[in-house]
């Protein structure tokens, strides 16, 4: 049994779930251990879990996370089965289908959360996590205000960034941060996902979409489509934009916003991980035409 496995082991015999008899590593997740444990007396359970924890809520706050989706939105999530500061267990998930069917299916499931969950204001009630860090979800009634400090600035402290970007990267991305009103569509707060890379689209055992690793807050349903588009999605999500674009009437011009809200995600990766997966490229292709006043 590989260390990981045998540590995830430990954890779920320590949370009282005795009947675990093997643990089967997974890959996909990029922040915690993850793996497949199989019982004597129950169905098998996903378990995910810190070796050294960021803090006492992480795994508390992923569950309110998919609770929400869940109750407030219709979106298909696993079940919670624990939440403590050491572990997380779920009911464990399908890998998605490789069909256009599905991905149409999943921009009715997206479109049907946006819309269906508009909020009077950008935020959460608590802060939660994106990876390792705490994102912070204070209220806010300007979108374009919210957006820029706790999406974007919030990340020119940490080590990485700093070391990867440089003077006018940084002054390039203040410049962005002030013309977001329009650069971006003055659009309401909705429930987002927040994470929402293809790797957090799975499928529930009658084949139906259904999300996991969640960063809730309200906050432009972009947020979610932009992830989307710039996580190279496979060819049969094609029907997937066209259709979600048509159930939310998004307009013609979507595309050439989404490397604007997509900084966020390209921040949090080149913030956390050592190999950026070309996140540092794409923040410096975004910036450039910002990098001089005018």
């Known amino acids: 049994m590989t260390h990981s496995a045998t540590f995830l082991l430990d954890c779920l015999h320590r949370a009282g779930l005795r009947d675990v008899v093997t643990v089967e590593p997974v890959s996909g997740g990029l922040a915690a251990l993850a793996g497949i444990a199989t019982r004597r007396d129950a169905p098998p359970v996903f378990v995910k879990a810190f070796a050294?924890?960021?803090?006492?809520?992480?795994?508390?706050?992923?569950?309110?996370?998919?609770?929400?989706?869940?109750?407030?939105?219709?979106?298909?999530?696993?079940?919670?089965?624990?939440?403590?500061?050491?572990?997380?267990?779920?009911?464990v998930l399908r890998p998605r289908p490789s069909s256009a069917d599905f991905w149409e299916q999943f921009a009715h499931t997206l479109a049907r959360l946006h819309l269906s969950t508009v909020h009077q204001r950008f935020g959460w009630h608590r802060d939660n996590w994106l990876g390792r860090r705490r994102q912070s979800n204070t209220w806010s009634a300007d979108g374009f205000a919210f957006f820029a400090e706790h999406r974007l600035l919030r990340w020119l402290g940490?080590?990485?960034?700093?070391?990867?970007?440089?003077?006018?990267?940084?002054?390039?991305?203040?410049?962005?941060?002030?013309?977001?009103?329009?650069?971006?569509?003055?659009?309401?707060?909705?429930?987002?996902h927040g994470d929402l890379w293809t790797q957090n689209l799975l499928a529930?055992?009658?084949?139906?979409?259904?999300?996991?690793?969640?960063?809730?807050?309200?906050?432009?349903?972009?947020?979610?489509?932009?992830?989307?588009?710039?996580?190279?999605?496979?060819?049969?999500?094609?029907?997937?934009?066209?259709?979600?674009?048509?159930?939310?009437?998004?307009?013609?011009?979507?595309?050439?916003?989404?490397?604007?809200?997509?900084?966020?995600?390209?921040?949090?990766?080149?913030?956390?991980?050592?190999?950026?997966?070309?996140?540092?490229?794409?923040?410096?292709?975004?910036?450039?035409?910002?990098?001089?006043?005018?």
């Open 52 to 91: 050294d924890p960021p803090d006492d809520d992480v795994f508390t706050a992923e569950a309110e996370g998919l609770t929400a989706l869940r109750e407030l939105g219709g979106v298909a999530t696993p079940d919670v089965i624990r939440a403590d500061r050491e572990l997380l267990v779920l009911s």
């Open 158 to 192: 940490e080590p990485r960034v700093e070391a990867a970007l440089d003077a006018g990267d940084r002054a390039a991305l203040e410049r962005l941060c002030h013309r977001l009103p329009e650069l971006l569509p003055d659009r309401p707060p909705c429930l987002t």
């Open 204 to 294: 529930t055992p009658d084949g139906r979409p259904a999300l996991i690793d969640p960063a809730v807050s309200y906050m432009w349903a972009e947020v979610d489509l932009a992830h989307v588009w710039s996580t190279v999605p496979p060819p049969e999500a094609q029907r997937f934009f066209a259709r979600y674009a048509e159930l939310t009437s998004l307009g013609a011009g979507w595309p050439a916003r989404m490397p604007i809200v997509q900084l966020r995600q390209h921040l949090a990766v080149l913030a956390q991980f050592d190999d950026d997966w070309g996140a540092a490229d794409h923040i410096r292709a975004t910036l450039a035409p910002f990098r001089t006043a005018g």
